[in-house]
């Protein structure tokens, strides 16, 4: 005899069997459509965030200070996973542009796209909802 404290278990009743099983059967379907719609909508929502994210893309592209085109050329969109993107710009000085240093003041590019995409994407989202 275990001396966990456990309580000693009564044996089941055969019509609490019978109905937890038919219990479980209809929750395992209506878990199946659940998912299915669960599934496409996450889809949709990675659609809309990926646009979202190309958005931002284009955006920052159109902000950021032209001398060469590097830093333009540089800004691209990184998926990391079904529905995370980055927004990055690979150019060297990228951040020193962006943020500013001692010598050169901000010129931001990347967090003001970032925002305005943001308001685009929470708008479609909306219109998903709806």
Do not use: C
Request: proline letters at 5%; aromatic letters at 4%; glycine letters at 4%.
């Amino acid at each position: 005899m275990s001396t966990s404290g456990a309580l000693p278990m009564r044996p089941a009743r055969k019509d609490l069997i019978d109905m937890a099983v038919s219990l479980r059967v209809s929750v395992v379907k209506r878990t199946d459509r659940t998912s299915q719609f669960a599934r496409e909508a996450q889809d949709r929502v990675a659609q809309v965030l990926g646009e979202g994210a190309v958005i931002a893309a284009a955006i920052a592209r159109q902000l950021a200070p032209k001398r060469t085109g590097r830093l333009r050329a540089s800004i691209a969109v990184e998926q990391e996973g079904k529905m995370r993107f980055s927004l990055v710009a690979s150019a060297p000085y990228a951040a020193f542009v962006e943020l500013g240093t001692e010598h050169q003041e901000p010129q931001p590019y990347l967090a003001p796209a970032v925002a305005a995409a943001r308001r685009e994407i929470e708008r479609r989202l909306a219109r998903l909802r709806d």
